[in-house]
């Protein structure tokens, strides 16, 4: 659950220098479109597990059509997810040029949608229908992109949800220290260090940054993600687990690769799996998206031929 996105993909050919200013003119190929965001940490997570709910907002629009068959297509319910009139629904377009014969890359993104900041009888209702098919669900991943899917309310039943033992795990690129009292975070190396500058003094440790925020936050475990330096997991008990890249470090496009790796980790916990056993599996997870161009997800195939990859080779720790 959280902030519902979609990712489309402008492509074309760059042909000349415009005269109106001096940026090129890109002649237009096609579009793609993906699900983005909570969108596909719901995408990851029904490739690899049996039954997928999806909560969040959308707009009454065109992206909103384009957006939810995708997400059904997948096998994900989507009967939480809410459609709010006059608002619009959250869309990244990346514009993607190069020649013919070459790979095409980014050029600039436009984004679109603003936050719900403030709107408490929306975030009552999506904390309502969370707390109704609660009890058909054994784990939860927060995706916050900054769009306040997640209000207070939602954040309260969540922690609540936490406390009668089910696992909830959050994912936040800009409010970590929002949630609290509950089973996980993922964050990637950025995210720990603005952390430690904001409740830490600047603290610039990330394995003192991981392990106070246990303390601070409440938390069983963090996992912290490092790009091509692995993974290290904390946990509540003193343990601390360093887990090699898996796979090269010559990374194509790191699109998707956090959500990859809460949604991966957050469905080894919720499936009653060893924390450790979980964070190896999202490490391999991300080994397989990174190598793929634009947001993409990890097959159960892929996933199980990474981690026969990493074990011939001898990568992952013992535990």
Known sequence: MGDLILDEYVYGVPRRLSREAPVPIIE???SRYVPGGACNSASAAAAVAETVHLFGFVGNDQNAKRLLPLLQERGINTSGVIVVPDWQTVTKTRIMAGSIHTAKHQVVRIDKGTPLVGQKTLHERLAAAIHQAAPNIDAWLI?????????????????DLSAEGAVVVA?????IHDFSRITAVTPNEEEALEFGRYMLNFEKDVRRIGESMLEILQLRYVLL????????LFSADGKRKEIPVAGTTEIVDVSGAGDEVAALFTA???AGGDPLMAAELANAAAGVVVMKRGTAVASTDEIRAKLEEVSCRGAHPEP
């Open 28 to 30: 237009y190929e096609g």
């Open 143 to 159: 995706s916050d992109y900054g769009y306040m899917t997640v209000g207070k309310p939602v954040e309260e039943v969540l922690k």
């Open 171 to 175: 994912d936040s690129r800009w409010r």
């Open 225 to 232: 993600t490092r790009g091509n330096k692995g993974m290290i």
């Open 268 to 270: 080894g916990l919720g």
